[in-house]
């Protein structure tokens, strides 16, 4: 076993909603997780190795938990004709591993993937735990569920009726999900249908959670209209995705139900900011008639105290897996009213517990995982920090480094080299 002490550490703390300084670390690299956090750098236990982190500021990886790791955010439209989403299991996998390298690499440690073609996301997350591949742990909801013809219909299972619900949710959990995704209304990115559509009956929607639910994995439902937002709270949805048009009756639902809102609010602005000329007239058109009641809902939702957990539709146009997720943030903080503090808290905690997985994820704390991202400045000051380079560490090895001005003048000499040659 080896046991390695993070000294001279300013570590994020979600009760003080701050960076507590002065604080070490101490991982078990052999089970990824950490023994104990506390002042200074003395511990009573024994340690291999020590490191300083000469008063850096450490919190959690971020949790992105609205994903499709299959798709790709240049891959779109082609000579009119949509193609998010590539045509063959192979171009979907290696989309997949590129992604979650891209992921990793940006901060992002732990992903909730909600909608893969061929259930690609099952066998990827195996190779993670594997090791074979580089990126963020994942939880897995294969395909999507959709009515025919419905939202994301070509690469989601369709199925309508109760019946063919019950049927098709329960093969997704024989095949391995870890979650249940259902495209409960219409939405911006399908020609012919609104945001306001709804699609499954209540009864189709509340089967889909029951059965989710029996086997002890969650359920999240993509609503974007107001009357679909409240068929999916009713319905017992854990989560509900976009989340375009709240009304106080919601909001109120929602604190009875315990709901949490995943917003993709840079879903939504990507394609308001760069989608003119690329993305097809008639889809950044809802997104223009949307996207003010999409932030005020947000921004009603933050002030009404409900729940929000991180995530932002990647894959989406303009929408990768780089550092998309921290800009994501800074909308929830510019757009939405939060805090930095708040904000931080989407992304680790709030996500942690969207998963149920905040025993063991979501905080620096004795007993968690050993996923954590470390910055030289402090994001309580200015989330744009976490925009940028970051040391990565994931089960407590750093799986990424920050570049340092040496490697950055190495690399340009470099590349004047070969440019002789």
């Known amino acids: 076993m080896t046991v390695i002490n993070y000294t001279n550490a300013a570590v994020y703390n979600h009760d003080k909603q701050d960076f507590v300084f002065n604080q070490h670390i101490v991982v078990d690299e052999e089970t990824g997780k950490i023994i104990e956090v506390g002042s200074g750098s003395a511990t009573s236990r024994s340690y291999d190795r020590i490191v300083d982190f000469h008063g850096q500021f450490v919190m959690p990886g971020l949790m992105n938990i609205h994903t499709h790791i299959t798709d790709m955010p240049t891959y779109w439209w082609q000579s009119g004709k949509e193609k998010r989403h590539p045509d063959s299991r192979e171009m979907c996998t290696m989309f997949a591993i590129r992604n979650m390298a891209d992921a990793i690499a940006n901060g992002v440690t732990y992903i909730r993937n909600v909608g893969a073609e061929f259930d690609i996301d099952i066998e990827i997350k195996k190779m993670q735990e594997k090791g074979w591949i580089k990126g963020p742990k994942v939880m897995t909801s294969g395909r999507s569920f959709s009515i025919t013809g419905g939202h994301d219909s070509l690469s989601s299972y369709e199925v309508d009726g109760v019946e063919e619900v019950r049927k098709g949710v329960r093969q997704a959990l024989k095949n391995g999900v870890d979650n249940i995704k259902m495209m409960v209304t219409g939405g911006v990115l399908k020609k012919g249908e609104t945001p306001d559509e709804i699609q499954f009956t209540a009864p189709e929607a509340r089967v889909a959670v029951c059965e989710a639910h029996n086997k002890g994995k969650t359920a999240a439902a993509h609503a974007q209209g107001n009357a679909g937002i409240k068929e999916a709270i009713a319905a017992g949805f854990d989560t509900i995705e976009h989340a375009f048009d709240i009304d106080d009756e919601a909001i109120a639902m929602m604190k009875d139900h315990g709901t949490i809102i995943v917003p993709t609010m840079n879903a939504m602005y990507a394609i308001y900011n760069s989608g003119r000329g690329v993305v097809p007239d008639w889809a950044r058109d809802k997104v223009v008639l949307n996207i003010r009641k999409h932030f005020a809902s947000i921004s009603k939702a933050v002030q009404a105290g409900i729940p929000i957990a991180m995530g932002t539709d990647a894959g989406t146009p303009f929408n990768g897996f780089q550092n998309e997720s921290a800009y994501e943030l800074q909308l929830y903080v510019e757009k939405a009213g939060m805090t930095t503090a708040q904000a931080i808290d989407t ?52 799986v990424h480094a920050q570049t340092t001005a040496e490697q950055v003048i190495g690399s340009r000499v470099s590349e004047k080299i070969r440019a002789i040659f």
């Open 347 to 398: 992304a680790t905690i709030n996500s942690a517990k969207a998963m149920h997985v905040d025993q063991e994820y979501g905080r620096i704390a004795a007993g968690n995982y050993a996923d954590f991202i470390v910055t030289t400045k402090n994001p309580i000051k200015d989330i744009k920090v976490l925009q940028g380079d970051k040391d990565v560490y994931q089960n407590g090895q750093r």
